[in-house]
């Protein structure tokens, strides 16, 4: 299983940026995707997930400003951020669930900064 993520940069306060992360190696349309971020010194923590019936999830703090989507066709999942804030600075990693539902793939991580 590889998961490429991809579409981080810097950006200003108040902008947007769309992430990517093209899947390979799984069943795409099968498997329910997130993404996750992590801060150095923190724990990574939750952004979004999409099911594969397209549920979305979010956390409270970019719940409005993000959207999670997935393109089976491409084997692709997105992350379009709008109203960035300089507190979602974090490195992005998306993920793939296993048949248990776990958390089981990850890509290499994509990293965002919002800085004026």
């Known amino acids: 299983v590889q998961l490429q993520a991809s579409g981080g940069g810097l950006v200003q306060p108040g902008g947007s940026l769309r992430l990517s992360c093209a899947a390979s190696?799984?069943?795409?349309?099968?498997?329910?995707m997130g993404w996750y971020r992590q801060t150095p010194g923190k724990q990574r923590e939750l952004v979004a997930t999409i099911s594969t019936s397209g549920r979305t999830n979010y956390a409270d703090s970019v719940k409005g400003r993000f959207t999670i989507s997935r393109e089976n066709a491409k084997s692709t999942e997105y992350l379009q951020m709008n109203s960035l804030k300089p507190e979602d600075t974090a490195v992005y990693y998306c993920?793939?669930?296993?048949?248990?539902?776990?958390?089981?793939?990850w890509g290499q991580g994509t990293e965002v900064t919002v800085s004026s």
């Open positions: 190696g799984i069943a795409f349309w099968a498997t329910d």
């Open positions: 993920t793939a669930a296993d048949i248990r539902g776990r958390w089981e793939y």
